[in-house]
């Protein structure tokens, strides 16, 4: 059978090292029907990443196969690399070949996927169906679609012509006979809520973006074998309200536009990060462009962007370090943001946080954002995002630093969050 004609984005084969006969195989067989696939560790060239290998394989695909078995249920590898591929709006077609239950996090990410099941293994009617199906699987391109479902289409206009017609009838003129008909009560259509749009700050000149309240998991990633004790262990955490957050690291000029006494930099370096910052200079910084620090909590919440992994993307394409940095730092904004907008969250400078450093997260205490303030005078406080040297284990979303409040080091700045309304 003859491929497709963008049958050269390859099929992403998602599997667990126990399943790897079975992966061998479908890989084979959708290669001679013409769909290029991408499979570890065979497509990982030599001295690779591995996890920024499977990230970019991920981005590079044009769909996602699941081999899903008891094994693959039980790994956060398969989970993270699922978690990925939904958050990127790649089709996902899940080849189960056990009836292994699923948990919430893959039932969350599978529930709109079609399901092949193919209980009694890679039998040539299975993978002929497989076949069909990846080949059926509608490329996505920018996150829409490239050929949507007549039955999806028909819906949303059937949908459309509700509202419209609902919009016709409220707004009718009224009748200009009384009647004595019963009154009924008009029906109120609530206004539908836009994103804010980013906003600049007078004060220092920069771009904010609204991040919104929301709920998600704090620590280490599923999947991430670089985990840290301190970076354990993962729980739930849920910000209630909003903020506003800084697009880009504080910049040099942003800084001595509101320090004038800072030291002079050079002409071409007004857009750098700004480091050799203190958290109590951080923190007066942020008071006068009327915010804050951001507490711990609500700096990884906003890095992540909805993402599940250890990085939100591939982390040469989204942040400036070890392998990529040139041994210095980058202007800001130069590389990809995440899906809140924000840049250079990982790398490029590290960032002070409100919060005291513990060696574990404590369960105890509610991680809704808040911290105590001051500082105890013998804490020890945190930054997060590593900086333009750091080790590619050392930029990820969960990281955490270690730093004497009044370390004035040369890879750490600064990132304010406001609380002022949308």
Not at 168 to 175: G, Q, S, T, V
Request: aromatic share 8%; proline share 9%; charged share 20%.
């Amino acid at each position: 059978m003859a491929g497709p004609a963008n049958a050269g984005s390859p099929i992403f084969i998602s599997y667990s090292s126990t399943d790897k006969d079975a992966a061998g195989q479908i890989c084979a067989y959708l290669e001679q029907a013409g769909l290029p696939c991408w499979i570890a560790p065979r497509d990982i060239p030599p001295g690779a990443e591995y996890p920024a290998a499977i990230l970019d394989g991920i981005q590079r695909s044009r769909s996602v196969v699941v081999l899903m078995t008891a094994a693959a249920v039980a790994s956060p590898h398969i989970l993270s690399e699922v978690g990925h591929a939904f958050s990127q709006k790649k089709p996902i077609v899940p080849f189960r070949l056990s009836d292994a239950s699923l948990p919430p996090d893959f039932d969350y990410f599978l529930s709109l996927s079609q399901w092949l099941d193919a209980h009694d293994g890679c039998t040539p009617a299975n993978l002929s169906r497989l076949r069909d199906a990846v080949t059926r699987a509608p490329l996505r391109q920018g996150g829409k679609a490239a050929g949507l479902d007549k039955r999806v289409l028909l819906a949303g206009l059937a949908i459309l012509l509700i509202a419209a017609a609902a919009i016709l009838y409220w707004r009718r003129p009224a009748p200009a006979i009384e009647t004595k008909t019963a009154i009924v009560e008009e029906k109120k259509i609530p206004p539908v809520e836009t994103k804010p749009q980013p906003w600049v700050n007078p004060k220092d000149g920069l771009t904010y973006v609204w991040i919104p309240p929301g709920t998600f998991t704090m620590g280490c990633s599923p999947g991430d074998t670089e985990c840290k004790p301190d970076e354990a262990p993962s729980h739930p955490v849920e910000l209630s309200a909003g903020f506003w957050m800084g697009q880009t690291e504080v910049t040099n000029a942003a800084y001595r536009r509101i320090v004038p006494a800072a030291p002079v930099y050079p002409a071409n370096e007004g857009n750098l990060p700004v480091v050799e910052i203190s958290r109590k200079q951080a923190k007066a910084y942020c008071a006068a462009v009327g915010g804050r620090l951001p507490t711990e909590a609500e700096w990884e919440y906003a890095a992540r962007g909805g993402v599940a992994g250890a990085w939100y993307g591939v982390p040469a394409r989204i942040a400036w370090y070890e392998a990529n940095s040139g041994g210095s730092r980058h202007p800001v904004g130069g590389l990809q943001a995440n899906a809140f907008g924000l840049y250079d969250m990982l790398g490029n400078a590290g960032e002070w946080v409100l919060d005291r450093y513990y060696n574990k997260y404590d369960l105890d205490a509610p991680a809704t954002g808040k911290v105590d303030e001051p500082l105890a005078g013998n804490s020890t406080a945190t930054a997060r995002g590593g900086y333009w040297e750091s080790e590619t284990q050392n930029i990820r979303v969960s990281h955490r630093m270690q730093m004497d409040p009044f370390d004035t080091g040369p890879m750490v700045g600064i990132r304010c969050v406001l609380d002022r309304t949308q």
